[in-house]
């Protein structure tokens, strides 16, 4: 029985190393949001432990500033136009490169998809020159541009993702039964891929209302949240910005689970 034991006591202990490792690693990612998350609800000035107290000032002080609210419009404004126009380029993009067949095909889809693999420092002062060429004023809807240029190949992949893997077969059931070919798409195809372009629109908005540098050199005289944000922290952190970053980081992280939905509800199709 003791000898029993004593096989027992020397078994290795056998660790969950990659359970170990991937917990310290979406710690180490998420660390710096939940330093975020309680310096808001901090009553001390200073963001350091231990926390001196729970209190909603931050926040108030971040909402009732006009110049963010405003900046906040600005944001959301250029966020949905941009979400838009992409999801209406991407989808027809992606529709060409799939349902026909032409020389130099390959070619064009990675001149397609390379924006989104550029800094977005050089796709900036691009367009400013662009712009300037031109001599098109900066404004709002050059910012839409900009921000469309980069979003509009994360909604070609995604649709092109999608078409590759539809059965073509219901799309000529459809017109056997006397369906024309606009028909066939606005209630067979359409419906069969909208969550798809849904889920791309909504990651287009959550990275055009995020976007800094493509907004900071196109732009003009107006500004966006996170231009404003950054013009803040140039005279100190205060705690109202940590308040801000977390009314920031709620939308963006509900739109990004909404479009990880659709998407999902779209390849289960």
């Known amino acids: 029985m003791a000898k029993g034991r004593l096989l027992k006591l020397r078994v290795p202990v056998s660790l969950p190393w990659l359970q170990i490792y991937s917990a310290l690693m979406i710690l180490f990612l998420f660390l710096p949001i939940i330093m975020i998350i309680l310096f808001s609800f901090n009553s001390a000035f200073t963001g350091m432990f231990p926390l001196q107290g729970f209190t909603l000032r931050w926040y108030q002080e971040?909402?009732?500033?006009?110049?963010?609210?405003?900046?906040?419009?600005?944001?959301?404004?250029?966020?949905?136009?941009?979400?838009?126009?992409?999801?209406?380029?991407?989808?027809?993009?992606?529709?060409?490169?799939?349902?026909?067949?032409?020389?130099?095909?390959?070619?064009?889809?990675?001149?397609?998809?390379?924006?989104?693999?550029?800094?977005?420092?050089?796709?900036?002062?691009?367009?400013?020159?662009?712009?300037?060429?031109?001599?098109?004023?900066?404004?709002?809807?050059?910012?839409?541009?900009?921000?469309?240029?980069?979003?509009?190949?994360?909604?070609?992949?995604?649709?092109?993702?999608?078409?590759?893997?539809?059965?073509?077969?219901?799309?000529?059931?459809?017109?056997?039964?006397?369906?024309?070919?606009?028909?066939?798409?606005?209630?067979?195809?359409?419906?069969?891929?909208?969550?798809?372009?849904?889920?791309?629109?909504?990651?287009v908005f959550a990275q055009s209302f995020d976007m800094f540098v493509i907004s900071f050199f196109n732009i003009g005289p107006g500004s966006t949240l996170p231009m404003v944000i950054w013009s803040m922290m140039r005279v100190g952190i205060s705690p109202a910005l940590n308040a801000l970053a977390v009314l920031i980081f709620i939308p963006s992280v509900t739109m990004l689970i909404i479009a990880n939905r659709f998407t999902e509800i779209s390849f289960e199709i």
């Open 62 to 203: 971040a909402l009732k500033k006009t110049i963010l609210r405003v900046a906040f419009r600005n944001s959301v404004y250029i966020a949905s136009l941009t979400s838009l126009l992409s999801g209406f380029l991407g989808t027809m993009a992606g529709f060409g490169l799939t349902r026909y067949h032409f020389r130099l095909k390959g070619v064009l889809t990675t001149f397609l998809t390379i924006p989104m693999s550029l800094p977005t420092l050089l796709i900036g002062v691009s367009l400013l020159s662009f712009w300037a060429f031109l001599s098109v004023p900066r404004s709002l809807n050059t910012v839409i541009v900009g921000h469309a240029v980069y979003c509009v190949p994360y909604v070609v992949l995604v649709v092109v993702s999608r078409l590759e893997n539809f059965d073509r077969t219901i799309e000529e059931a459809a017109c056997d039964l006397g369906a024309a070919p606009l028909q066939t798409f606005r209630h067979i195809t359409f419906p069969l891929i909208r969550s798809s372009i849904i889920g791309a629109m909504i990651l």
